[in-house]
Structure formats: structure tokens, C-alpha cells
């Protein structure tokens, strides 16, 4: 049984954060998880490593009680003065822990979702799936992971979500304007994938893939960068196995399985 005394599992990375840093992660996730938050006997979400400042944890709720008013979130860092500083911030249906990838949560709850941007990217390669598989079994049934890692504006992100049973998708979201070609967003592949985007490796035929593609349609961007971004995305489900639609595109979102893009071995 896991004692709430034993040492956080994980080590204290840099606390870089900022308001608003996280918008796209969050409306993504409250639209793919706004069935199970709505179903769910208790919707508590982790903001895991939260950084040196609440806010994406304060953001966070904001967003989730936007489907379900009675969400609840507990940040949860492994640097215990990151928790102090936090604590004022405390207020219905948002509290803070000191913890790491135990996810600790007090009465024995299980979390409905448990968030992590931009811890991984700061850990190797080959501890990924051990945490990921950790923070799978912590899970809630129906619960989901969201594991990625973004600039510091949040302009460009990359995520994975995970259900109880392991990945299931990756998602790339961009603020389409300031987007310079589609493989702009390599630098923000999540930890898993930041060192496969080379020859030979899954993620790095789509991104190429991706930049022909909107290359090709350089047309629509005199109609707008969306208008670009939404045939680039239905020309890409050709041939690769993009889960979502038009609806999402126009957010400057594009998710495909994440079986199609994991790294070869
Ligand atoms: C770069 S900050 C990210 C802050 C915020 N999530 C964001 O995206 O703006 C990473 C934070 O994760 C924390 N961290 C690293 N490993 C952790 C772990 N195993 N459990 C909890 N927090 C962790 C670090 O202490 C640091 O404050």
C-alpha cells in the first residue's frame, strides 16, 4: 500500500509556466473527455507538475466546470515549496499536493483525468513508458491522461492522451497564424517522440507528409490559415488515420492514433 509519507516519485524540474500557456490543451480536453466528466461519480483532475505558479492548474477548472460545474482539481508538484506557494490559491474545488507520479490523492480517490505538460520533456527517453504506465494504473475507469509538451506561450503544442489501458491518440494544435510549415511543431513532439523524428521512424513520415501536404495547398491560405489547415487535414486522412473532423481542424487541431506514429522499437 502506497504511504502517503513515502518520497514523490520523480525529481524537481524547472517551474517555467505562464497564464494561458495551456488554452489548447485545455479546451481540447474538455471536449474529448466531456462525456465521461459529465458521467463521472467523481470528477477530480490532476494538474501534475504545475510549475512554479498555479495559474494552468486555476485554468484548468475553470475549463472542465465549463462541463461540469461541480469538477474538482488538485495540482500536484513534487517541489514542496511550488505547493506553498500555491496554497493561497486554494478554493472551492481547487487544492494543491505535494506529490509525484504516485498522483497522490487523499481517501483513496482515483483521478477522471490526470494532465502533465511539460514535465516529461525534462526526464530521458527510456523512463516514458514506466511513467506512463504508472500514471495509467492511477486512473479512474473512463479516465484519461494528457501528456505533452508546448512553447512558452502556448502557441504550439503536442499531446498524447492515454486511457487506463495506454496511448490512444497524439494531437497537434497550433495558433495557425504564426505557423510557418506543419513541422514547426517538431520541437514540440512530446518526450516520446522528440528523438524519433528522423529517417525511418513513423513521426517523421507524417511530418513530411504533413508539410507536402500544405505545401500543396498554399492556395487556401490566401482564403486564410484555417481555410490551409482544414484541406491539409482532409488530404491527410488519405493515408494516414486521423480521428477527427472539420469541427476540430478549425481549432488548429489535427489527432490521429497514436499506434501509426509510435516510435519503431
Ligand atoms: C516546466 S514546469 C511545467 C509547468 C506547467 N505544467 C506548464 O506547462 O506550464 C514542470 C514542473 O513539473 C514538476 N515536476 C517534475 N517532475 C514531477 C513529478 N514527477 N511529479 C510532479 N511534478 C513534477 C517540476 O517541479 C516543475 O515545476
Redesign the pocket.
Known amino acids: 500500500m502506497m504511504s502517503v509519507r513515502s518520497r ?11 497564464p494561458n ?2 488554452r489548447r490543451m485545455d479546451r481540447w480536453i474538455a471536449a474529448a473527455h466531456a462525456g465521461a466528466l459529465r458521467r463521472a461519480a467523481d470528477p477530480v483532475a490532476v494538474d ?5 505558479a498555479p495559474w ?1 492548474a486555476v485554468e484548468l477548472l475553470g475549463r472542465l466546470r465549463t462541463v461540469r460545474p461541480d469538477a474538482q482539481v488538485v495540482g ?4 514542496p515549496a ?1 505547493v506553498a506557494a500555491a496554497k493561497p490559491y486554494e478554493r472551492d474545488g481547487l487544492s494543491f499536493a505535494h ?3 504516485e498522483v497522490p490523492l487523499p481517501g483513496g480517490r482515483r483521478p477522471l483525468l490526470i494532465r502533465a ?3 516529461l520533456r ?1 526526464y530521458d527517453e527510456d523512463q516514458v513508458d514506466e511513467v506512463w504506465a504508472r500514471l495509467c494504473a492511477r486512473l479512474a475507469p473512463g479516465g484519461l491522461v494528457v501528456e505533452g509538451t508546448c512553447d512558452e506561450i502556448g502557441r504550439r503544442h503536442v499531446w498524447v492522451a492515454l486511457g487506463p489501458e495506454g496511448p490512444r491518440t497524439l494531437t497537434f494544435a497550433a495558433r495557425l497564424g504564426s505557423l510557418g510549415t506543419p513541422s514547426d511543431l517538431a520541437e514540440r513532439l512530446p518526450k516520446a517522440l522528440i528523438h524519433r523524428n528522423v529517417p525511418g521512424e513513423p513521426v517523421h513520415a507524417f511530418l513530411r507528409d504533413f508539410d507536402r501536404a500544405w505545401a500543396a495547398l498554399a492556395p487556401y491560405g490566401a482564403l486564410s490559415a484555417r481555410q490551409r489547415w482544414i484541406r491539409t487535414a482532409a488530404t491527410l486522412r488519405a493515408d494516414w488515420p486521423v480521428v477527427d473532423g472539420p469541427h476540430r481542424w478549425r481549432q488548429g487541431e489535427l489527432t490521429l492514433r497514436w499506434d501509426a506514429l509510435a516510435p519503431r522499437g
Open positions: 514523490p516519485i520523480g525529481s524537481a524540474t524547472r517551474g517555467t509556466t505562464n500557456r495551456l501534475l507538475g504545475y510549475g512554479a494552468t500536484v508538484e513534487i517541489d511550488r506529490g509525484g507520479f505538460a511539460n514535465v525534462q
